[in-house]
């Protein structure tokens, strides 16, 4: 049977990894759902808001819903705004950080590795 | 290194099989990005649109980014709107109408399979 739920159904949770502030997550489907493959989350930083920079070996697809950032590393900052998509590369170290006056909410799927 | 795109900076193509009309795909990040399990895709269906009803052995995890439609099968008729989430099991038979006046829009997510 096919899944649906509205984003708010799933729990909100604050993200504290890697000295990130004002940021949460939603796993909105996962291996918990059933899913064999990969997990698509839901993240929300607010203004001033950050995830510090992290690396690991799982890649990122990305979808920006909403808002205005920057992902960053200690090589290059790119500028992400809404209906960009952005591909981070299996062991690239990437950070987030809201540039914009409203929030910054974009879509993330990783894989589920063995 | 990081790949950012606007997802209009990929080429919009017809959707065509399974009786399909008024629909288009752009696929966003895929194995020629790099990307080496899964592929991210932004459909559009038009008002009065459809995806007809299909299956394999993938699954799905979906976003809807805008518009208001049903996925449906011969067991079931699941409503979407805009934020919902959905989750379609691998080998689950699903298509999809748009029965808003707005374009219905979401991001599929599926596993590149060996």
Redesign the interface.
């Given at each position: 049977?096919?899944?649906?739920?509205?984003?708010?159904d799933?729990e909100k949770k604050a993200v504290t990894q890697y000295g990130s502030k004002g940021t949460s997550i939603r796993v909105?489907?996962s291996d918990e759902?059933?899913?064999?493959?990969?997990v698509?989350r839901?993240f929300e930083i607010e203004p001033d808001g950050i995830i510090g920079i992290h690396d690991h070996i799982q890649?990122h697809?990305i979808?920006i819903?909403s808002g205005k950032g920057e992902?960053f590393n200690d090589v290059?900052i790119?500028e992400?705004n809404e209906?960009?998509?952005?591909?981070?590369?299996?062991n690239?170290p990437?950070g987030y950080r809201n540039i914009g006056k409203k929030n910054l909410i974009f879509?993330c799927?990783i894989?589920l590795l063995e």
């Open positions: 049977m096919m899944i649906r739920k509205h984003y708010t799933v909105l489907v759902d059933g899913a064999p493959n990969f698509l839901r890649e697809e979808y819903l992902v290059e790119i992400i209906n960009d998509v952005l591909y981070v590369p299996p690239e990437h879509l799927t894989p």
